[in-house]
């Protein structure tokens, strides 16, 4: 990992295009806080922009990953890049921890969460509020495996998800909009 020094040095010399693609490299909420004295580094909130899915099967269940850095079950999804979209984002990150292919054309957003709900807490103190567009996938190609992200994946019914969720409020967006259909 490049120290916040190195960073510094790294950064006086180098034009825009070079500073987001050293971001790209190593993600752009780590260079963020890299870029910050370590006094603050990790009691700065952090606003992010990212994008999550509902993964659904032809049951009718839905995809969730048991992440490594704790221990409970969320969806796929993450932190915007510097110059991507959201649909990049959520193509991206569903490859990346799912090893699933997404066209853009069969991406449906659900909704766009902001606010409370979505504060999260990582084990290394860092604190951040998502700003999540959550988009719908329910045709998708590929065979399902998983990264170093996650301990497991597994498609659950809405009516048997596990108690320790990592997005709830996610969730709840979706089955809301099930019931309305």
């Given at each position: 990992?490049?120290?916040h020094e190195e960073l510094v040095k790294k950064m006086v010399n180098s034009d825009a295009d070079e500073i987001i693609k050293l971001s790209k490299e190593i993600g752009y909420p780590v260079y963020t806080r890299l870029c910050m004295?370590?006094?603050?580094?990790?009691?700065?909130v952090l606003l992010q922009d990212g994008a999550a899915a509902i993964i659904v099967n032809s049951k009718g269940e839905i995809l969730l990953q048991s992440r490594m850095d704790r221990n409970k079950w969320g969806l796929p999804g993450g932190c915007q890049e510097l110059e991507e979209t959201f649909y990049d984002t959520i193509i991206r990150e569903i490859k990346e921890e799912t090893n699933l292919d997404v066209l853009k054309e069969n991406l449906e957003i659900i909704d766009i969460v902001s606010g409370k709900s979505r504060r999260n807490s990582y084990p290394n103190g860092d604190v951040v509020i998502n700003n999540?567009?959550?988009?719908?996938?329910?045709?998708y190609s590929g065979t399902l495996k998983w990264d170093e992200e996650s301990k497991n994946m597994k498609f659950f019914s809405i009516d048997n998800l596990p108690k320790n969720q990592n997005d709830p409020d996610l969730i709840e967006i979706y089955k809301k909009k099930i019931k309305k259909l």
């Amino acid at each position: 990992m490049i120290s916040h020094e190195e960073l510094v040095k790294k950064m006086v010399n180098s034009d825009a295009d070079e500073i987001i693609k050293l971001s790209k490299e190593i993600g752009y909420p780590v260079y963020t806080r890299l870029c910050m004295p370590d006094i603050i580094r990790h009691k700065f909130v952090l606003l992010q922009d990212g994008a999550a899915a509902i993964i659904v099967n032809s049951k009718g269940e839905i995809l969730l990953q048991s992440r490594m850095d704790r221990n409970k079950w969320g969806l796929p999804g993450g932190c915007q890049e510097l110059e991507e979209t959201f649909y990049d984002t959520i193509i991206r990150e569903i490859k990346e921890e799912t090893n699933l292919d997404v066209l853009k054309e069969n991406l449906e957003i659900i909704d766009i969460v902001s606010g409370k709900s979505r504060r999260n807490s990582y084990p290394n103190g860092d604190v951040v509020i998502n700003n999540t567009v959550l988009f719908l996938v329910k045709k998708y190609s590929g065979t399902l495996k998983w990264d170093e992200e996650s301990k497991n994946m597994k498609f659950f019914s809405i009516d048997n998800l596990p108690k320790n969720q990592n997005d709830p409020d996610l969730i709840e967006i979706y089955k809301k909009k099930i019931k309305k259909l």
